[in-house]
């Protein structure tokens, strides 16, 4: 029991699943058992996304607000943290918070003018470098192979023969690969991201490049719109797209 009718465990997985003696990580999870009153059909796991994102936490914020009593009437709502996130043995890249506001004192947290970029990239180059170093032993294991690995175990720990799962955002790749590497365990999917998973996975740099040209569309679509409106859009009161956009 961890308060507000959840309930918490931590379950050890292999650290390396191609060589199970060379240790554990320890997985935090929280349940939501279905309510009472409903035919139970087995769990639902989730996965809010980041990468990085907490399950527990949102399970314990948002589960009774996402999910439907139906649904809650049918399910287990179980949240974990994946390895390397929150309670599954968080990674760190700095020995506290002084160490961190320190390293990005002065940073702008976005560039949004071209002379800060070359400033920001330097640091950023730092920062993977630090964290490197610093998680050097672990950063092998933080697979999403390996998070589809330990969910196989989890659905196993909770007794489903199958898996049912819904994904938010990177939650939605993580779905994928899952789906991919256990095809015969999957009961049902709800993926919200449409994403290509080999561009993702082969190409991160593509997907990058490929937001931010849907962002630039978006941009210049609501500058259109919002010129359209007239005065019914505060953002024009009555210029003409371009200078909306400006």
Known sequence: DCGGGFECATVEVPLD????????IG?????LPAEP??????????NPGGPGGSGVQFVRQAARLVFSPQ??????????????VGGSGELRCF??????QAFWSGQPQFPYQPEQEPAFMDRTADYTELCGNRNAARLPYLSTANVARDLDRLRQAVGDQRLTYVGYSYGSYLGQVYANMFPQRVRALVLD?????ETWADQSPRVLVDSAYGGEQT??????SCAAAGPDCPFAAGDPAPQVRA
């Open 17 to 24: 699943y191609t060589d199970p003696a060379a240790g554990t």
């Open 27 to 31: 997985l935090a999870l929280i349940r």
């Open 37 to 46: 009153g409903g035919q139970r059909l087995g769990s639902l796991f989730v």
């Open 71 to 84: 649904l809650r009437a049918s399910f287990d709502i179980v949240g974990f943290d994946p390895r390397g």
């Open 95 to 100: 020995p506290d918070a002084v160490a961190q």
């Open 193 to 197: 991201g449409v994403l290509d998973p």
């Open 219 to 224: 941009l210049d679509a609501f500058a259109a």
